[in-house]
């Protein structure tokens, strides 16, 4: 049985979390803000914004030939030659455009910013260009669309911001030609450079004549775009305009669909994950999942897999809990109106938001680690991330709130927040604020009354107000961090929790106690073990116990090799892969050579594959760890037995993986390929402690 720390050391907790405070910028338009922090606060606070996909794309509503399945990729996807695409231009005539209405629509919703295409991949812009006739002043409607839009986001107080595609399907100096069309389209006399140039020029006019927010740049992964080409690209937007936002994929650095990579030389303000939600949100990186309404971002007519409101506006909860932004994206109709379907969901999330919105936009991530019966957001000035946004009333410069959403209401009629250290002064439903909801401490724990009857079916949101203005703290079940759960000669684990707490541990599986080792430092774990770790305050164990298991493991032994020399056999396929398959025996190679490295200096090109055999030579008995990173997908064996699986079509990411070998040669195999556009692989290896670093040469033989 544990013991509950008194009531005055639970007040003492409050006054905890030193906290960042950010002044947003003026609205001066010459004010610059002073730093990240000050240019990304409205970002921060916005949590839900609007993504539009609009283009030439929409007139055949994505069938082509029967085929219904196509998207804002129809050119692409259907095979449309080039002059048979630029037939829709003279058809582009969406005479039912209404931005007030859009910017309406987006601000009714809860919307805080929009995101529209200026360019997508199929080079067609919304705009008059000066840089090309491939554009809306040569159509029969021939009205300037984004300074209509942005001049209506500026009247219903909606954040105009701008998406423009890297790739460009129709420019003929943009390399590489889709496969298909690489022999009626021949790449000779195509000039990147030049396209890069066309590229900045066109960018330049959409930032100097429009001033979106934030710059959201696309189509980054194929094989022309480089990190040179994309920090170019991210210094022109800060060099036009120094306050405005600008997303990853300007450059190739973003470690899978998710984040940013761990080369150090990534750029972007924001993560870009799309159609997912990341299970625990990026800690400590501003991010945003864009996400459509059904199965495709541009108009298809035939795609009626609409998600339901309430999977919208919880997808919505989701991610503000998890610190993220929600793009919702709608693809209009080529005569210039939102589909029905879209409009009804708009509306819906609309009335929740004017009933519920203060719970989302200026809120920070939850800080409880699960909820059992939803999701948590948080308001509180103190809070990293987070400028002083002013509500009605307010109530921003008042007491700390726990928006706490209910998806599941329970049939205790009572919510439980496990380990609140601070003091809670009083709840009320938003949908019914005059009524307060009883609140009452059990130990570690906060219990909030419920009325029998939920107010929404979706989601209802009560507020618990905390004394002070202090951020909240909640007591936590520590952290068990280490390189890996397997050692072969000693492991360094750390146990963390929040300040004040104390973290106590025991090593034979029993539960730590006050009397146990306290850790204030790593843990040195020397023999297999179960690792218990709790958080304690003031002699009392404040939170639950997590417990590892590590695994003392012998190394695999060294083989002998009859013949030594520097390097891997090095050998290249044709394939058309989408992944590694398991016969690898079969495989005919088209050229072979010796590699000093696992990897390649230029890309080896489209549809090939790379296999790399021989020895690595470990320096000493240890536990080895890997990391491969590839674009598309790669395997790595070592002795025979799978150690990192990094395959499958993908952006440039990276696996780990784990190995015990004895000191000596083990025999090492390496299997990349490249379906198309980008190219990318490298192997490095890490001793337990140690930083990683590039598999050296003197490491590889054959």
Not at 482 to 505: H, I, Q
């Amino acid at each position: 049985m544990r013991s509950s720390p008194a009531p005055g050391a639970l007040a003492a907790l409050v006054c905890l979390l030193a906290a960042c405070e950010s002044t947003p910028p003026g609205t001066d338009p010459a004010q610059v803000p002073a730093n990240q922090v000050e240019r990304m606060a409205w970002w921060r606070d916005a949590r839900f914004g609007m993504f539009i996909h609009w283009g030439l794309y929409a007139i055949p509503a994505g069938k082509w030939n029967n085929v219904t399945g196509h998207g804002e990729w129809i050119r692409d996807s259907a095979r449309i030659p080039v002059d048979v695409y630029e037939k829709f231009q003279p058809q582009w005539n969406p005479v039912n455009f209404d931005a007030d209405a859009w910017a309406k629509m987006a601000a009714d919703a809860g919307m805080k910013y929009l995101v529209i295409t200026s360019k997508h991949h199929d080079g067609f812009a919304l705009f008059d260009s000066k840089q090309t006739d491939w554009d809306v002043g040569n159509t029969p409607f021939g009205r300037d669309i984004l300074g209509e839009l942005s001049a209506a986001c500026a009247r219903h107080g909606v954040r105009f911001c701008t998406y423009h595609s890297i790739m460009d399907w129709h420019h003929p100096d943009y390399l590489p030609r889709r496969p298909w069309e690489a022999a009626t389209r021949p790449a000779a006399g195509a000039d990147f450079d030049r396209f890069e140039r066309y590229l900045h020029a066109q960018v330049t006019e959409v930032i100097e004549r429009y001033h979106p927010g934030v710059m959201w740049f696309d189509g980054e992964w194929e094989s022309t775009w480089s990190h040179e080409r994309g920090l170019r690209l991210y210094q022109l937007c800060r060099k036009l305009a120094p306050e405005m936002i600008v997303n990853n994929r300007v450059d190739v650095h973003r470690g899978g669909m998710g984040g940013f990579s761990n080369s150090g030389e990534a750029v972007g303000d924001f993560a870009t994950p799309e159609q997912e939600i990341p299970a625990t949100g990026l800690p400590g990186v501003d991010w945003e999942s864009c996400m459509t309404m059904n199965a495709h971002w541009g108009w298809n007519e035939a795609d009626q897999a609409w998600k339901s409101s309430k999977e919208l506006l919880r997808n919505l909860i989701d991610i503000a809990s998890k610190g993220g932004n929600y793009l919702l994206n709608i693809g209009p109709r080529a005569d210039g109106t939102f589909p029905p379907a879209a409009v009804e969901r708009l509306a819906e999330i609309g009335a929740w938001m004017k009933v519920n919105g203060e719970a989302i936009s200026g809120t920070t991530a939850s800080v409880f680690d699960t909820l059992p019966f939803g999701r948590c957001t948080v308001r509180n000035r103190r809070m990293p991330f987070l400028s002083q946004t002013t509500m009605p009333g307010d109530r921003s410069s008042g007491p700390t709130r726990l928006y706490l959403h209910v998806f599941d209401w329970p049939a205790t009629r009572e919510l439980v927040l496990p380990g609140l250290a601070n003091e809670a002064k009083h709840a009320f439903l938003l949908a019914n604020p005059s009524e307060p909801l009883a609140v009452r401490r059990v130990g570690t724990q906060v219990h909030v009354a419920l009325p029998e009857q939920a107010p929404d079916p979706i989601a209802s949101v009560v507020v618990l107000e905390l004394e002070g203005t202090e951020a909240p703290i909640v007591y936590k079940t520590p952290a068990i961090t280490a390189e890996t759960s397997e050692f072969v000669t000693g492991l360094e684990v750390l146990a963390t929790t929040n300040p004040p707490l104390e973290v106590r541990y025991t090593l034979d599986g029993s539960e730590p106690t006050a009397a146990s080792p306290q850790a204030t430092g790593p843990i040195a774990v020397r023999e297999s073990a179960v690792l218990k770790v709790a958080s304690f305050h003031q002699g009392a164990c404040v939170s639950g116990i997590a417990e590892r298991r590590f695994t003392k493991v012998d190394p695999l032994p060294a083989v002998k090799a009859l013949a030594q020399g520097p390097g891997l056999r090095f050998e290249q396929f044709a394939v058309d892969w989408k992944s590694i398959p398991e016969d690898r025996a079969t495989l005919q190679p088209t050229a072979t050579a010796l590699a000093s490295t696992v990897g390649f200096k230029a890309n080896p090109g489209e549809h090939v594959a790379l296999r790399f055999l021989g020895f690595l030579d470990a320096p000493e008995s240890e536990l080895y760890r890997f990391v491969l990173s590839s674009d598309d997908g790669s395997k790595l064996w070592i002795d025979g037995k799978l150690v990192v699986d990094n395959d499958g079509l993908h952006v440039p990411d990276e696996k780990q993986g784990a190995v015990a070998l004895g000191k000596g040669l083990h025999g090492i195999e390496v299997v990349w390929f490249n379906r198309t556009g980008g190219a990318e692989l490298s192997l490095r290896w890490a001793l337990p402690g140690k930083p990683f670093e590039n598999v050296p040469a003197a490491a590889l033989k054959h």
